[in-house]
T-cell receptor, first 114, second 113 residues
Framework: AQSVTQPDIHITVSEGASLELRCNYS??????LFWYVQSPGQGLQLLLK??????LVQGIKGFEAEFKRSQSSFNLRKPSVHWSDAAEYFC????????????FGKGTTLSVSS | DTAVSQTPKYLVTQMGNDKSIKCEQN?????MYWYKQDSKKFLKIMFS???????INETVPNRFSPKSPDKAHLNLHINSLELGDSAVYFC????????????FGPGTRLTVL
């Protein structure tokens, strides 16, 4: 069965420091992968997605993610974190009929310290 | 301009009541979804409609009934509310059926007392 694992429930990073959020997936075919961010009390906003092609994907707000098929991973990175990046981050894989049903990980809460 | 909107934002009700949550998208998308986010922030798809036709119906109690009067709207009606229905419900839309970016609404926090 398809699944997404985000091993880190909560991460705290100092402002200006680099960030890496981990995501591992289990999927039989070529995965379609997404990272979404949810700010407190808000809906989900797409940061970036991987469908095919270049395994390093650039997204909004300075985020990037690298697809590594051999490790079944799609880790999210940012070189310098800002206080406004504090939020909940969700990794998802497109599954089901035509990849339309998103299967989400349980999320990683990012706190930013000054 | 709000792309995907939901009403109400908060809904507090008693067990056994029937309630509806409305969703509207002004993006001209063909496909709409309902997701449930539980107290542990775990998100799971409930339903998906494409051109007003039900495509995905996950294992959801039949007390939950989606209705799509037109492509821009997907409402969620819940009968006989139970405590376990308390959650945040998100509506989303995508331009077409199939692999495509989904745009989420702000969510409706439902609390059943």
């Amino acid at each position: 069965a398809q699944s997404v694992t985000q091993p880190d429930i909560h991460i705290t990073v100092s402002e200006g420091a680099s960030l890496e959020l981990r995501c591992n997936y289990s999927y039989g075919a070529t995965p379609y992968l997404f990272w979404y961010v949810q700010s407190p009390g808000q809906g989900l906003q797409l940061l970036l997605k991987y469908f095919s092609g270049d395994t390093l994907v650039q997204g909004i707000k300075g985020f990037e993610a690298e697809f590594k098929r051999s490790q079944s991973s799609f880790n999210l990175r940012k070189p310098s974190v800002h206080w406004s990046d504090a939020a909940e981050y969700f990794c998802a894989v497109g599954a089901g009929q035509a990849g339309t049903a998103l299967i989400f990980g349980k999320g990683t809460t990012l706190s930013v310290s000054s | 301009d709000t792309a995907v909107s939901q009403t109400p934002k908060y809904l507090v009700t008693q067990m056994g009541n029937d309630k509806s949550i409305k969703c509207e998208q002004n993006l001209g998308h063909d496909t709409m979804y309902w997701y449930k986010q539980d107290s542990k922030k775990f998100l799971k798809i409930m339903f998906s409609y494409n051109n007003k036709e039900l495509i995905i119906n996950e294992t959801v109690p039949n007390r939950f009934s989606p209705k799509s009067p037109d492509k821009a709207h997907l409402n969620l009606h819940i009968n006989s509310l139970e405590l376990g229905d308390s959650a945040v419900y998100f509506c989303a839309s995508s331009q077409r059926w199939g692999l495509d970016t989904q745009y989420f609404g702000p969510g409706t926090r439902l609390t059943v007392l």
